[in-house]
């Protein structure tokens, strides 16, 4: 059976409690808009290839609160060596999930290097993430999910997808808009007087 | 030639004193022999998390990431790292988030490795192009004022503020030298 990117972001964002989410640029921020335009999720409209270093940076100043980058794979692909960073610094409360659809898709759906074999998964697990596995059907997501809120990191989950064009469901666009509804979700109405 | 001139300020600790009185928390880097001090009193600091990147663009995501949770971030790098962060500080600018960034020059004062010479010329002029505040440090005296007069910029007025520490200050001024640093 294959997987629907936007049944698999559902998924793992369902009772998300107080689960901060960083969504690459592109499909996968339409995906956890289309999931619950949430306050605590930083879309990025820009910075491709920097989505896994936001989801540092955050799991690294907030190591109490469990943190999900949801990227997709050309946006990884453009930022591999954070994962050789991720896995240096080894943060406990981070996990990288990618919906890999094997291709770029805002650009005409051309192929990305994951539709001719290499395997995230396993690049994840040599540059020393805790957990690194590879999904292609819908029976391992609720352990995915489980990961995500409790499994010591970093994890790191590769998420075939069919490569299909879904509506947009897009997040506001405004960058400070989205990092200051962010920050005084997680740190408070004080958050602006920083 | 090119001799490094007798510093009238320990840079590298007074700098790191001014970073720990702003509060940063993290400091990500790409290493870097002029940073080579600064990097290690850092890393002895229990107030400071360092992180190693492999490239320099991968540390505007992090101190992006680092304020959003709330933790000030500083980013230590040559020069030539600046080429590669320039498309990921759109994000820094449309975000405004604070961004505090140190960079070593190579590429101008004496410089003996031509491939070090384009960027670093255009390392200014391609920071000012994004919107970075610039300052640039001409002595080792200079630095920490600098670099508390960027802190105060980048982590008050939310944007990018970056101190160009120059090759006067580092003093490199032979491949055999930096290779025996």
Same mark, same amino acid.
């Not at chain 1, 059976?1 to 107080?18: F, N, P």
């Not at chain 1, 469901?169 to 740190?187: C, I, Q, T, W």
């Not at chain 2, 390392?123 to 440090?137: E, S, Y």
């Given at each position: 059976? *294959?997987?629907?990117?936007?049944?698999?972001? =559902?998924?793992?964002?369902? !009772?998300?409690?107080?689960?901060?989410? &960083?969504?690459?640029?592109?499909?996968?921020?339409?995906?956890?808009?289309?999931?619950?335009?949430?306050?605590? *999720?930083?879309?990025?409209?820009?910075?491709?290839?920097?989505?896994?270093?936001?989801?540092?940076?955050?799991?690294?100043? =907030?190591?109490?609160?469990?943190?999900?980058?949801?990227?997709?794979?050309? !946006?990884?692909?453009?930022?591999?060596?954070?994962?050789?960073?991720?896995?240096? =610094? %080894?943060?406990? +409360?981070?996990?990288?999930? &990618?919906?890999? +659809?094997?291709?770029?898709? !805002? *650009?005409?759906?051309?192929?990305?290097?994951?539709?001719?074999?290499?395997?995230?998964?396993?690049?994840?697990?040599?540059?020393?993430?805790?957990?690194? &596995?590879?999904?292609?059907?819908?029976?391992?997501?609720?352990?995915? %999910?489980?990961?995500?809120? !409790?499994?010591?990191?970093?994890?790191?989950?590769?998420?075939?997808?069919?490569?299909?064009?879904?509506?947009? &469901?897009?997040?506001? %666009?405004?960058?400070?808009?989205?990092?200051?509804?962010?920050?005084?979700?997680?740190?408070?109405?004080?958050?602006?007087? =920083? | /030639?090119?001799?490094?001139?007798?510093?009238?300020?320990? $840079?590298?600790?007074?700098?790191?004193? @001014?970073?720990?009185?702003?509060? @940063?928390?993290?400091?990500?880097?790409?290493?870097?022999?002029?940073?080579?001090?600064?990097?290690?009193?850092?890393?002895?600091?229990?107030?400071?998390?360092?992180?190693?990147?492999?490239?320099?663009?991968?540390?505007?995501?992090? #101190?992006?990431?680092? $304020?959003?949770?709330?933790?000030?971030?500083?980013?230590? /790098?040559?020069?030539?790292?600046?080429?590669?962060?320039?498309?990921?500080?759109?994000?820094?600018?449309?975000?405004?988030?604070?961004?505090?960034?140190? #960079?070593?020059?190579?590429?101008?004062?004496?410089?003996?490795?031509? $491939?070090?010479?384009? /960027?670093?010329?255009?390392?200014?002029?391609?920071?000012?192009? /994004?919107?970075?505040?610039?300052?640039?440090?001409?002595?080792?005296?200079? @630095?920490?004022?600098?670099?508390?007069?960027? #802190?105060?910029? #980048?982590?008050?007025?939310?944007?990018?503020?970056?101190?160009?520490?120059?090759?006067?200050?580092?003093?490199?001024?032979?491949?055999?030298?930096?290779?025996?640093?």
């Amino acid at each position: 059976m *294959t997987l629907h990117r936007r049944d698999v972001v =559902q998924a793992l964002l369902a !009772e998300r409690g107080g689960l901060l989410v &960083v969504a690459g640029l592109g499909s996968t921020a339409w995906d956890c808009t289309a999931a619950g335009d949430h306050d605590l *999720t930083f879309p990025l409209w820009g910075a491709m290839g920097c989505a896994a270093m936001l989801g540092l940076g955050l799991a690294l100043a =907030q190591p109490q609160r469990r943190v999900l980058v949801v990227t997709g794979d050309g !946006e990884m692909l453009m930022g591999l060596g954070s994962l050789a960073t991720i896995g240096v =610094q %080894r943060p406990a +409360n981070l996990s990288v999930v &990618v919906i890999d +659809n094997e291709r770029y898709g !805002e *650009t005409g759906m051309q192929e990305t290097h994951t539709a001719h074999g290499v395997d995230l998964a396993a690049i994840a697990r040599a540059a020393g993430f805790a957990s690194g &596995v590879l999904l292609r059907d819908a029976a391992g997501l609720g352990a995915l %999910r489980r990961t995500i809120h !409790e499994a010591p990191g970093p994890n790191f989950a590769q998420v075939k997808v069919s490569a299909e064009k879904v509506p947009l &469901v897009l997040p506001p %666009r405004e960058g400070a808009l989205l990092k200051n509804r962010f920050r005084a979700a997680l740190l408070g109405a004080g958050a602006a007087l =920083q | /030639m090119n001799a490094p001139l007798p510093a009238a300020v320990d $840079w590298p600790l007074a700098t790191h004193q @001014v970073l720990a009185r702003h509060g @940063v928390g993290l400091v990500g880097y790409v290493p870097d022999a002029g940073h080579k001090r600064l990097i290690e009193l850092c890393q002895a600091d229990a107030r400071m998390r360092t992180v190693v990147m492999t490239t320099e663009e991968e540390g505007v995501g992090l #101190a992006a990431g680092a $304020w959003l949770g709330g933790v000030k971030c500083a980013l230590l /790098m040559q020069s030539s790292g600046v080429g590669n962060i320039i498309n990921a500080l759109g994000m820094t600018r449309e975000c405004r988030f604070p961004l505090l960034l140190l #960079a070593t020059m190579r590429g101008e004062n004496g410089e003996f490795n031509p $491939w070090q010479v384009p /960027m670093g010329q255009a390392t200014p002029g391609v920071l000012r192009a /994004m919107g970075v505040v610039v300052h640039q440090a001409e002595s080792a005296d200079a @630095v920490p004022g600098q670099v508390d007069a960027s #802190a105060r910029i #980048a982590f008050g007025s939310y944007c990018a503020a970056a101190v160009l520490i120059s090759q006067v200050v580092i003093g490199i001024k032979s491949f055999q030298e930096q290779s025996g640093r």
